[in-house]
C-alpha cells in the first residue's frame, strides 16, 4: 500500500523547459492537492481538485497548470519553467468523512530551475 | 483565505524535558480541523496530531498533546520528555470544513532542535 507515489523525486530543469510532475494515489480519496514548500513560507496551496473532473486554483497557480486525469491521478505540468518556480512540490490527498480528514502526502519532488 | 501564523521560527529544547510550539490561524468557520505535521530531513510530512473543532478535549498521542483554545484560535503543541529523534521542521494546518471544499493551510513552520 504505496498511499500517495510522486514522480519524479529530483529533477533539474533549464528555463523555459517544460516537465509534468506525477502524483498517483491508492487510497480512494476524492480531494488531491499540489503545493509547493519554500524556505520560510510552508506550504502554499497551488491547485486543488475537490473531486474527480473538478479542478480549482489555490494561492499560487500562475505558471502551473493540472489535470484530474482519473480518481487516482493528478498531474501538475510547468508549460515555461522559471527560477522562481524553483521549490519542493508535494501532492497531497484527503478524505471528506469525519475521523478520515488529514492530508497525506507524498514524498516530494525537489525542482531546481537554472 | 485563512491564515496560519506560527510566529516562533526556531526553538531548542533539551532532551527530556517539554517544549510547546505555537500556532494561531483565522478564520470565521466554526466546524474545522487542525493538525500538527513534523517533516524530518528525509522531508517526508508525517502526521503528529489532529483536533475537530467541535470537541472541546484537548488531542493527545503519546508525548504529544495540544492546547487547542477555540475562542482565541490558538492551537499550540506540547512535546513532553522531548527525544533526538524530535528533531524536525513542524508545521501547523488548518482544515476547512468537510462541506467547503476541503482546503488546507499551513503555517511557516518552526524548526525545533533538541539538544542532547
Known amino acids: 500500500n504505496a498511499g500517495v507515489t510522486q514522480t519524479p523525486k529530483f529533477q533539474v530543469l533549464k528555463t523555459g523547459q517544460s516537465m509534468t510532475l506525477q502524483c498517483a494515489q491508492d487510497m480512494n480519496h476524492n480531494s488531491m492537492y499540489w503545493y509547493r514548500q519554500d524556505p520560510g513560507m510552508g506550504l502554499r496551496l497551488i491547485y486543488y481538485?475537490?473531486?474527480?473532473?473538478?479542478?480549482d486554483k489555490g494561492e499560487v497557480p500562475n505558471g502551473y497548470n493540472v489535470s484530474r486525469l482519473n480518481k487516482r491521478e493528478f498531474s501538475l505540468r510547468l508549460e515555461s519553467a522559471a527560477p522562481s518556480q524553483t521549490s519542493v512540490y508535494f501532492c497531497?490527498?484527503?478524505?471528506?468523512?469525519?475521523?478520515?480528514?488529514?492530508?497525506?502526502f507524498g514524498q516530494g519532488t525537489r525542482l531546481t530551475v537554472v | 483565505a485563512q491564515t496560519v501564523t506560527q510566529s516562533q521560527p526556531e526553538m531548542s529544547v533539551q532532551e527530556a524535558e517539554t517544549v510547546t510550539l505555537s500556532c494561531t490561524y483565522d478564520?470565521?468557520?466554526?466546524?474545522?480541523?487542525l493538525f500538527w505535521y513534523k517533516q524530518p530531513p528525509s522531508r517526508q510530512m508525517i502526521l503528529v496530531i489532529r483536533q475537530e473543532a467541535y470537541k472541546q478535549q484537548n488531542a493527545t498521542e503519546n508525548r504529544f498533546s495540544v492546547n487547542f483554545q477555540k475562542a482565541a484560535k490558538s492551537f499550540s503543541l506540547k512535546i513532553s520528555d522531548s527525544q533526538l529523534g524530535d528533531a524536525a521542521m513542524y508545521f501547523c494546518a488548518y482544515r476547512t470544513p468537510i462541506y467547503n471544499f476541503n482546503k488546507f493551510y499551513f503555517g511557516s513552520g518552526t524548526k525545533l532542535n533538541v539538544k542532547p
Open positions: 478564520t470565521s468557520e466554526s466546524d474545522y480541523y
Open positions: 481538485s475537490a473531486s474527480e473532473g473538478t479542478t
Open positions: 497531497a490527498i484527503s478524505g471528506r468523512k469525519v475521523g478520515n480528514t488529514e492530508a497525506f
